[in-house]
């Protein structure tokens, strides 16, 4: 029914900047409440990386502070990511997260998550 597609990893050297955007799209009438980006590094737990607000308040982990940005643009149903400053500790794989709320609200929302994108930083 709702699908979210993550696009702009890669592999970017340290201190170098990178952009994940997030677009949910699907066959049903939705409106997409929360969004966020999540990420794994490898042999670790998945972790937050930021959230926003439908309103745009915003929420960051302190390990990314002052060098990420996340942003939103309602009318495309797209949440990004501006990464600054990259650190090879932020290798890892980014996850969308959307809460979802599909119309006519008969249901209640649901979260929904990207299929991953691959960040990798170089020392």
């Known amino acids: 029914q709702v699908q979210l597609v993550e696009s702009g990893g890669g592999l970017v050297q340290a201190g170098g900047s990178l952009r994940l955007s997030c677009a949910a799209s699907?066959?049903?009438?939705?409106?997409?409440?929360?969004m966020g980006w999540y990420r794994q590094e490898p042999g670790k737990q998945r972790e937050l990386v930021a959230t926003?607000?439908?309103?745009?308040?915003?929420n960051y982990a302190d390990s990314v502070k002052g060098r990420f940005t996340i942003s939103r643009d309602n009318a495309k149903n797209t949440v990004f990511l501006q990464m600054n400053s990259l650190k090879p500790e932020d290798t890892g794989v980014y996850y969308c997260n959307a809460n979802i709320l599909l119309l006519p609200p008969k249901i209640g929302s649901s979260n929904y998550w990207g299929q991953g994108t691959m960040v990798t930083v170089s020392s």
């Open positions: 926003i607000t439908s309103s745009g308040s915003t």
């Open positions: 699907g066959s049903s009438t939705f409106r997409v409440n929360n």
